[in-house]
């Protein structure tokens, strides 16, 4: 208890500098600080016994539904390992390995004209990812460059503008929407799960395509990270009012606003990540290692570590 006690007085002013200038003014005072005590602390102490356990470079999976808070909760947590932990933490985000808007345009002329939109498998550059894994893990540590994605042109950043890694990190956060997830069962694929696979997927090429990546390169990748944890929405449709308000949030912050969707856009974008998301929920459920339970109104309503 002290230890924790220790933690709450030495992380707590940079934890609610954090919360100010992400401008969360929407929670009371006795809420942040029981989140931080309740929440953040005991998942930065497990994460902590975790790395004390493997002994190397950790790397941690943190998946859910979009704008469902992952890259907020991971960066709180990345203050606790850092400021009292004293650990190298690295926290990136799948969303930054999508392929380029060229690429995706090759893919959905030769495959299905779906993959013009960004988000499920097949859209990321997994060769990519490993590459970073594998520059992480190499016993001689040289510095590489990790890449951005610019949501607001819908394309990757010039080599010029990613994030330098000097530094081997000891703790690997990666975030991301699909990270754990599953293929399924042909039986379940032929069945269309919205308005937008049932009239723009009749030949099931685009969820075969999807399923196989699934099946084969992204179950690799996803073998690569350590534990995963799950934060699950309450339901499919707060996907929907979370992920517009990640993009209004997006529009206030943006200069270039042309990729910057609306609301009507915003409803067809989240039907891409339908399948998956709904499937993930039963899914991670059995085998994440840590599972966040989700309110409606954002709050975590209790977490549980399953090893």
Known sequence: MKKTEDCFLKVKKD?????????????????????LKRIYIPISFWIENRYKIKGKTLFLG???????????????????????????VLISSIDDFYKTS????????????????????????????????????KKKFKKFKLPRFDKSIDDRFKKKHWVSVKKRPEIVILEGWCLGAKPQSNYLIKKPINILEKIEDKDLIWRKYVNEKLKKEYKFFFSMIDHFVFLKV??????????????????????????????????????????????????????????????????????????
């Open 15 to 35: 934890y609610l500098n954090f919360l100010k200038k992400e401008k969360i003014f929407n929670k009371s005072m006795k809420n942040k600080i029981s989140n």
């Open 62 to 88: 943190f998946s859910g539904g979009q704008g469902s808070g992952k890259t907020t909760i991971t960066k709180i947590l990345k203050i606790i390992l850092k400021k009292f932990f004293k650990r190298e």
């Open 102 to 137: 060229e690429e995706r345009s090759k893919i959905a002329y030769k495959v299905h004209p779906l993959f013009n939109t960004r988000g499920v498998p097949g859209t990321h550059d997994i060769n990519l990812v490993k590459k970073i894994f594998y520059f992480i893990k």
């Open 234 to 307: 309450p339901n499919f449709n707060m996907v929907f009012k979370w992920r517009f308000l990640q993009e209004t949030k997006l529009r206030q912050k943006s200069r270039l606003n042309s990729k910057i969707m609306n609301y009507n856009e915003v409803k067809r974008f989240i039907m891409f990540y339908q399948r998956i998301t709904l499937q993930m929920m039963k899914d991670l459920n059995k085998f994440a290692s840590v599972f966040m339970l989700l309110k409606k109104n954002h709050d975590i309503k209790k977490v549980l570590f399953r090893t």
